[in-house]
């Protein structure tokens, strides 16, 4: 079992809708990233949170740490939102919060 | 451009051949890490730099793997004897270095590898 977890694996939504991705962990973890991966492979970060919520823009994410779940919003999707959205947790051993564990990724697509 | 670089984006080679890749960091940033990512999967955990010093490798880094950070600003990959298994995309990614608790890692376009 991997120790990120993101469901759904693809999501397709109509340009406007609430989108939901969530992302379970089962370590002791330091912080959660949420990160976006565009074809080509760029990656950029989106959110760095270790409890409560982070807003920006149309983007929302929220961490609950005793149910080790973490879920990312997007508010009016809109095709440019498609893109593969991934989780990674850094980890709390010895103070080792800067090795990150990613999940697989989150396909979404939003159609116009 | 003040972001990530890395050099080279594509790299095609023959199963057996040894290649290298540089990654240049963001000027200030004192941790730099390296990542493999493989097709359909999430980036996976090679190695970290805290300056020049090379804190942790994963176990997935063979003996064919070796990184160097020389003077804690640009760093290396090479990977030895190549073999087909090793295609992926080589991210690599740093960060200031301040957080307690972690800190905002900044993703390099990657070195897409292909052996063949």
């Known amino acids: 079992k991997n120790e990120v977890e993101q469901s759904p694996q693809n999501l397709t939504a109509q340009e406007g809708e609430f989108i939901t991705i969530n992302c379970s962990y089962s370590?002791?973890?330091?912080?959660l990233h949420w990160l976006q991966q565009h074809p080509g492979g760029g990656i950029v970060s989106l959110f760095m949170?270790?409890?409560g919520k982070k807003k920006h823009g149309r983007l929302i994410a929220t961490i609950n740490i005793q149910e080790k779940h973490s879920s990312l919003h997007i508010t009016a999707s809109h095709p440019r939102d498609s893109a593969v959205y991934i989780c990674?947790?850094?980890?709390?051993?010895?103070?080792?919060?800067?090795?990150?564990?990613f999940g697989k990724g989150t396909l979404l697509t939003v159609n116009p | 451009d003040t972001g990530v670089s890395q050099d080279p984006r594509h790299k095609i080679t023959k199963r057996g051949q040894n290649v290298t890749f540089r990654c240049d960091p963001i000027?200030?940033?004192?941790?730099l890490y390296w990542y493999r990512q493989t097709l359909g999967q999430g980036p996976e955990f090679l190695t970290y730099?805290?300056?020049?010093?090379?804190?942790?490798k994963s176990r997935l880094l063979s003996d064919r793997f070796s990184a160097e950070r020389p003077k804690g600003s640009f760093s290396t990959l090479e990977i030895q004897r190549t073999e087909q298994g090793d295609s992926a995309m080589y991210l690599c990614?740093?960060?200031?270095?301040?957080?307690?608790?972690?800190?905002?890692?900044?993703f390099g376009p990657g070195t897409r590898l292909t052996v063949l």
């Open positions: 990614a740093s960060s200031l270095g301040a957080g307690g608790f972690g800190d905002t890692q900044y």
């Open positions: 370590v002791g973890i330091s912080a």
């Open positions: 949170l270790s409890s």
């Open positions: 990674a947790v850094g980890g709390n051993s010895g103070g080792s919060n800067y090795k990150l564990t």
């Open positions: 000027s200030e940033h004192n941790r």
């Open positions: 730099f805290q300056n020049e010093a090379q804190l942790e």
